[in-house]
């Protein structure tokens, strides 16, 4: 799967929003931490535009982004923030200049679609990945710093803490998946994955417990989770429950969900919305490891 090139001192990166809007000038602190890493910073026409909730129109939002791929001074496109939005544009795009001189796509959430669609259409490597509106005051945290290792090539790895839900195992395949509701509501479309032999990774934010059950049924029922090779868990943050309460976690739905297969799974993993979200390379060749620490290696 290629691989965009790495980022070096000097190099020109966009910022657009394909979402939910922005409040005016709300990311100036993160743009101005981005060019302290050497980076020149451009920004979208459009990038704080409102139409509604969304950044712009649909035809405005796709605007900014198709001009971020076709230009070849852009090294790397980092998206402002996620809520919702990319699946009203992400089919009026032209990717021929991108799939000719790839270059990184860094962001999360909604931006789970973005991640889809390029895997499975151009098999093109992305970065699931903080975004500015998490580090919007200027001021580093886990998140920005991860993006920026990724960014520069100086991240090879990553591991993190057991937990006493975890399958033990090692396994290799490519790493794939991202936030659950949006993989969810893609099913069926272009953008859809195939889990076949993959490593998928899982978060979500403030989704009710019966629903998240809903989801997993719908991957099981579907043949996605029994063809894994495996599994990691990131955060599920802020869950809600019912008055009448639906009985398990989150981390319990979906260990119960896989508990018939038999591939490693790997719980707690630093990836969400969450300020500790690591970068990882979406669609990278992976070897995933479930032993006393859990640890992700790109071959």
């Known amino acids: 799967m290629p691989t965009p090139k790495s980022l070096k001192n000097g190099d020109t990166v966009a910022i657009v929003a394909t979402a939910k809007r922005l409040q005016p000038n709300e990311i100036d602190g993160a743009i101005q931490l981005i060019e302290s890493w050497g980076l020149n910073v451009t920004t979208g026409t459009h990038l704080y535009d409102s139409h509604h909730q969304f950044a712009g129109t649909d035809k405005q939002r796709a605007h900014d982004l198709q001009n971020a791929l076709n230009d070849d001074h852009i090294k790397a496109v980092i998206f402002a923030r996620g809520g919702y939005g990319t699946a009203r544009i992400i089919d009026k795009i032209n990717w021929s200049a991108f799939a000719q001189n790839p270059k990184w796509l ?4 909604d931006l789970t679609v973005l991640h889809s669609h390029v895997h499975q259409n151009l098999g093109i490597e992305t ?8 580090f919007k005051d200027g001021v580093a945290n886990p998140g920005s710093n991860s993006l920026q290792n990724m960014l520069f090539g100086n991240e090879a790895s990553l591991s993190w803490k057991h937990h ?5 195992g090692k396994t290799q395949g490519q790493l794939i998946g991202g936030n659950l509701s949006v993989l ?8 859809r994955m195939d889990f076949k032999g993959k490593i998928l990774f899982l978060e979500d934010l403030c989704e009710n417990l019966y629903h998240l059950d809903r989801m997993m049924m719908q991957l099981k029922r579907a043949g996605h989770l029994s063809q ?7 955060q599920f943050t802020d869950m809600e429950d019912n008055e ?22 790997a719980f707690n993993a630093p990836i969400g919305h969450v300020e500790n979200n690591q970068a990882v390379k979406h669609g990278a060749l992976t ?3 479930v032993d006393i620490h859990s640890s992700i290696r790109y071959e």
Not at 228 to 234: A, E, K, M, P, S
């Open 287 to 289: 070897e995933l490891t």
């Open 106 to 109: 860094c962001g999360f959430s």
């Open 244 to 265: 009448i309460s639906f009985g398990k976690t989150a981390d319990k739905i979906i260990l119960d969900a896989v508990s018939e297969y038999k591939y490693p799974v």
């Open 228 to 234: 894994l090779n495996g599994l990691i868990v990131g």
């Open 184 to 191: 969810y509501s893609i099913m069926g479309t272009p953008s």
């Open 127 to 134: 970065l699931h990945s903080s975004m500015p509106i998490f």
């Open 164 to 168: 006493n839900l975890n399958r033990t």
